[in-house]
C-alpha cells in the first residue's frame, strides 16, 4: 500500500514520516517522579518492541526525575523518550532546563494549553532543536474552537461539530507553531477521539488539509477484546489508506495484563496489514466436527510455546509463515502456501499427518509425538535457511 508522502521527523534515533516504518509507541503509567520504577516500564514497553515511550510530566517532581530516567535509560537503550505536557508545560520546561533538553520531544496538547503556555512550549522546542507532537484530544479540545464552531454551526449534530473541532484545532495549532519558528520537520499532528468512525473522519481530513506526519490512536478506548476491535478497525482502515507514521493502542489495562499488551496489539495490527513483521504468521484453522481435537488442539499449543523459544535463537523465524491445520479439507493448501505447514489428520482420515516445506510435499508423520516429529523437522529448516 502507498503511504502519504510527509516530512521526515527525527524522534531521538528514530526517524518516522514519509517512507519509514510506522513506529509503535506506547505510554508509562508510572508515577514519573518515581525514576526506579519508571525507568524498568520504559524498558519493558521497549524491550516487548516500543519504539517510542512517553511519559506525562505534570509536577516539579517529574521534571527533575527526567534526566535522570533519560541518563539511566541511555545506559540500556537508545528509545525515544517524549515528554507530555499540559497546562504547565511552559513553566516546567523554562524551569527545568535540564528536562527540556534530554526529552527528545514535546507532546502539547493544545487543548489544555491556553495561547501563553502553547507559544511559551513552541519557543522552547524551537531553542532546544526537538519535534513537538500537536496532540489534541476529543476530551480536551481548545473550548474556544468549540464554542466558536457551535455557535456557527447551530442544528448540526454534536458530533460532527466536535470532530471538525478538532480537526480545526490541531490545524489552527500547527500553523501557529510553524509561524512562530517550528519546522514542518518537527511537527506531528494527532487528533483522537473515542468513537471509531470519528476517529477514522478527522484524520483523513488531516491527511487531506496538512502535510505533517501524523500519530494516530483511538483514545479512551476501553478494555479487553472491546479496546483492541475497536483500535484495529480504526487504525486498520486509516494505515491501509496510506495514513499514519506512528501509532499507539490505548487500553485500559486489566490488573492481570501487563502494560506491554498495548506494544503486542500495535505489532499484530502492523503486521495483519502487512506493513511489518515481528513474529511469524501462523495460519491455523479454527477446528470443526472434522477436527480430531485430542491431536490438534495440544499441538497447536506446544507447537507455539516451541516457536516461541526458537524465536530468539533462529531470528529467520520471525518472517515465515507457518500454517498448522487440522484436516485434509483445506490443510495441504494451507501449508504448500506456507514456508512450512503441517496437516493433521482429521477424524475418519488415515492416522498420518502431512508436513510441506516451501510449496512441496516433504514427509508423513505418525504416532503419539507428532508435535515433537514436527518440531524436529521445524529446527531443521530453521538451521538450513539461517545459513
Ligand atoms: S481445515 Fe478441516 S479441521 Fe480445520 S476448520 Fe477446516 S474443515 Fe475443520
New binding site residues.
Partial sequence: MKRRKTPEVLIGSVKIGNENPVAIQSMTNTLTADIDATVKQILELNFAGSEIVRLTVNDAGAAQAIPHIVEKVRKLSPVPIVGDFHFNGNVLLRKYPECAQSLDKYRINPGNADDKNFREMVEMAIKNKKPVRIGVNAGSVDAKVLQHLMDDLKGFPSDEILEKAVVQSALQSAKLAEDLGLGRDKIVLSAKMSDVNSVIHVYRELAKHSPYALHLGLTEAGSGAQGIVKTSIALGILLQEGIGDTIRVSLTPSIKSPRTHEVKVCQEILQALNLRQFSPRIIS????G??SNETFLPLVDKLNTKIVQLQGKYPILSSLKIAI???I???PGESLHADIGISLP?KCEKPMAQIYLKGVHFKDIKGDDMDEQFAVVLEDFLKQASK
Fill in positions: 484453522c479454527p477446528g470443526c472434522r477436527t491445520m487440522g484436516c479439507v483445506n490443510g482429521g
